[in-house]
């Protein structure tokens, strides 16, 4: 079983900084891409961020300059640095890890390459 488990939202105030984390776990083989999506109230999952397995950025425009993705891939992490906060930047932020997971059946490994979302975290900015 592949798990994300995110950390790190909660309460910020305008021009302030949070910084979010998430962690896979489980029967791992390996992840290629991870990112950052978000979805304010009462509109659509939107991307915010995603890192590539070289470690290649990339960024909305929205959070551009702002906003820095970064990823361990010894410990399967990829983290959100959210500085100058923005009111516009309130939702539920989700991890994604293009990852592939393993299992051993009767001593044959069988592998999977799927989509891993993790269970969100809720930021609020305050201005």
């Known amino acids: 079983q592949v798990q994300l488990v995110e950390s790190g939202g909660g309460l910020g105030q305008a021009g302030g900084s949070l910084r979010l984390s998430c962690a896979a776990s489980?029967?791992?083989?390996?992840?290629?891409?991870m990112g950052w999506y978000r979805q304010a109230p009462g509109k659509q999952r939107d991307l915010v961020a995603t890192?590539?397995?070289?470690?290649?950025?990339h960024y909305t425009d929205a959070v551009k300059g702002r906003l820095t993705i970064s990823r361990d891939n010894a410990k399967n992490t990829v983290i959100l640095q959210m500085n100058s906060l923005k009111p516009r930047d309130t939702a539920v932020y989700y991890c994604n890890e293009d990852l592939t997971a393993y299992r051993d059946i009767d001593d044959v490994f069988h592998f999977d390459r799927s989509q891993y979302w993790g269970q969100g975290t809720q930021v609020t900015v305050s201005s």
């Open positions: 890192i590539t397995s070289d470690g290649t950025p």
């Open positions: 489980g029967s791992i083989l390996s992840i290629g891409d």
